[in-house]
């Protein structure tokens, strides 16, 4: 059991604990980062579904699904405290740290995760708001509470998370989802875990400090390359059917296959790669790489569905 648990307690002294948090500790409870990737993702599925939807509506469903993300990753962050405070990736965030208490960040993320729903709810449809509940349960107690510190699938099962804003995104449209939207979710899911056991290979150390069963850590470093490897060539070619289904243009043609090879030519650096700093690199290089690989992808399919990101969002919104 997390070790969040513990620091609601007070202090065995009998003084009540404080915090030193300003708004900034609080912002960064929600995996800014994180958040910005999902509405980008979560707009591609708006922006490819048929159909438009209200402005106001729009606005509010795509303010719900930031908020949402960040609920997540605030309630993830609370449950991680204690991995998190043995890791010098994740040491100086504000619960560790001590900048903000464990029943603060709990409160905080049970709080926008209701109310995210709730405005979804009403402001679009029950279908979106559904999957946005479902999306932060998945996050904050099927990956974060069980399988991240017991499988070394959390990464491909978990990914599924970080893979719905786009389903979301066209349900907040349609009321629905259809092949579109699941085309994008497969992108995701497939980009995940190469994207994070490329960081993995270089952390591994920090995952067995913290007892997290990450794939190097357990079926080691070689099979892991190679699973890297095996998910890049098969996010590939699923990274260019928006183009062949029609909802991706020449543009997004030429970016997906462009970078597609890249993914695979870095993968296969890092396969090959496998001795001292120079593996460390490669792997950074591909873990850095994929963020942006991911983000063009998104990018591409927005502007050319509204003419660059201020277009497409009015189209979306209106």
């Given at each position: 059991?997390?070790?969040?648990?513990?620091?609601?307690?007070?202090?065995?002294?009998?003084?009540?604990?404080?915090?030193?948090?300003?708004?900034?500790?609080?912002?960064?409870?929600?995996?800014?980062?994180?958040?910005?990737?999902?509405?980008?993702?979560?707009?591609?599925?708006?922006?490819?579904?048929?159909?438009?939807?209200?402005?106001?509506?729009?606005?509010?469903?795509?303010?719900?699904?930031?908020?949402?993300?960040?609920?997540?990753?605030?309630?993830?962050?609370?449950?991680?405290?204690?991995?998190?405070?043995?890791?010098?990736?994740?040491?100086?965030?504000?619960?560790?740290?001590?900048?903000?208490?464990?029943?603060?960040?709990?409160?905080?993320?049970?709080?926008?995760?209701?109310?995210?729903?709730?405005?979804?709810?009403?402001?679009?449809?029950?279908?979106?708001?559904?999957?946005?509940?479902?999306?932060?349960?998945?996050?904050?107690?099927?990956?974060?509470?069980?399988?991240?510190?017991?499988?070394?699938?959390?990464?491909?099962?978990?990914?599924?998370?970080?893979?719905?804003?786009?389903?979301?995104?066209?349900?907040?449209?349609?009321?629905?989802?259809?092949?579109?939207?699941?085309?994008?979710?497969?992108?995701?899911?497939?980009?995940t875990p190469p994207h994070f056991w490329a960081l993995a290979l270089v952390k591994s150390g920090d995952?067995?400090?913290?007892?997290?069963?990450?794939?190097?850590?357990?079926?080691?470093?070689?099979?892991?390359?190679?699973?890297?490897?095996?998910?890049?060539?098969?996010?590939?070619?699923?990274?260019?059917?928006?183009?062949?289904?029609?909802?991706?243009?020449?543009?997004?043609?030429?970016?997906?296959?462009?970078?597609?090879?890249?993914?695979?030519?870095?993968?296969?650096?890092?396969?090959?790669?496998?001795?001292?700093?120079?593996?460390?690199?490669?792997?950074?290089?591909?873990?850095?790489?994929?963020?942006?690989?991911?983000?063009?992808?998104?990018?591409?399919?927005?502007?050319?569905?509204?003419?660059?990101?201020?277009?497409?969002?009015?189209?979306?919104?209106?």
């Amino acid at each position: 059991m997390s070790a969040a648990f513990d620091q609601i307690a007070p202090h065995s002294d009998g003084a009540a604990p404080t915090s030193t948090g300003e708004a900034g500790d609080f912002f960064a409870l929600l995996k800014p980062r994180v958040m910005f990737l999902v509405v980008v993702t979560a707009l591609g599925g708006m922006v490819t579904a048929p159909g438009s939807v209200n402005p106001i509506i729009g606005f509010g469903a795509l303010l719900a699904i930031a908020v949402g993300a960040g609920a997540s990753g605030c309630l993830n962050m609370w449950w991680d405290a204690d991995i998190d405070a043995l890791m010098t990736r994740t040491a100086g965030r504000p619960i560790p740290a001590g900048r903000i208490l464990a029943s603060e960040a709990l409160a905080f993320g049970l709080v926008l995760s209701v109310g995210s729903v709730l405005v979804l709810g009403l402001v679009a449809n029950l279908l979106s708001a559904a999957m946005l509940a479902f999306t932060i349960f998945f996050y904050a107690v099927i990956y974060s509470m069980w399988l991240k510190r017991t499988t070394p699938q959390n990464i491909v099962i978990g990914g599924a998370a970080g893979a719905f804003p786009p389903m979301i995104g066209e349900a907040v449209v349609t009321g629905d989802f259809g092949l579109t939207s699941i085309v994008l979710f497969a992108i995701i899911f497939l980009w995940t875990p190469p994207h994070f056991w490329a960081l993995a290979l270089v952390k591994s150390g920090d995952y067995a400090r913290a007892g997290v069963p990450m794939l190097p850590n357990v079926a080691g470093p070689a099979a892991t390359r190679r699973q890297i490897v095996a998910y890049s060539l098969a996010l590939a070619p699923v990274a260019v059917l928006p183009a062949l289904m029609g909802f991706g243009g020449a543009i997004y043609l030429a970016v997906s296959v462009t970078t597609g090879l890249m993914m695979i030519g870095l993968s296969l650096r890092v396969l090959k790669v496998t001795e001292g700093e120079a593996a460390h690199k490669a792997a950074y290089q591909l873990f850095g790489f994929s963020i942006l690989y991911l983000f063009l992808l998104f990018a591409v399919l927005l502007a050319e569905n509204g003419l660059g990101l201020m277009w497409a969002l009015p189209k979306v919104l209106g």
